[in-house]
């Protein structure tokens, strides 16, 4: 008897999980070809930069704001962990959490964003020149040094 009872509802809720998978797979579906809403959310904006254009990195025809949100951006666009880091830093300071973002400093120099790069400060890895060439770190450098 028990034994009996056993086995059907455990069959019953074989079928549940079963029909159950085949519900959601439909439903999914048609969400994906639907679009949002019920689609996977936006990505965020760090993992949002900027494509590489192709040809010579040595001499690049990128301007400084894209090769930064490409080679930077990854930490340093909204939601980077540079940016939470040095959101940190800038409130401590007494500055305003936009300061967070390197794009809204208005206290970096060229030659300190440069020497950053190439030596690391702390939580930030230095970068080689295979990660961010001379020429692309010059116009980085340019779109972030607004300091005197
Ligand atoms: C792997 C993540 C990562 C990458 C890639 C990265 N950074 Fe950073 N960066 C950080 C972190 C984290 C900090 C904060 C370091 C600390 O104070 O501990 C930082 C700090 C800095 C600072 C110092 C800010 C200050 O207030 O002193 C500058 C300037 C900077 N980064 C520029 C750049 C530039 C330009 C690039 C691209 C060429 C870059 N970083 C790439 C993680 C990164």
Redesign the pocket.
Known sequence: MMRKAGMSTLLLFAALAVSGCKVSDTDNQTAAQAGPPGGPPPPPPHQMRAEMAPGDRLKTTMDGKDL?SN??G???LDW???TN??TK??LALGRPPAMGL?AN?DD?TAD??KS??RMG?????R?TRV??TDAE?DK??AY?GKGK
């Open positions: 930064f080679r930077c990854a930490c340093h980077g962990m540079g880091l040095i830093q800038q390197l400093r970096l300190y964003v950053v790069v400060k702390n939580a930030m890895p970068q990660d961010v770190l980085i450098a972030l």
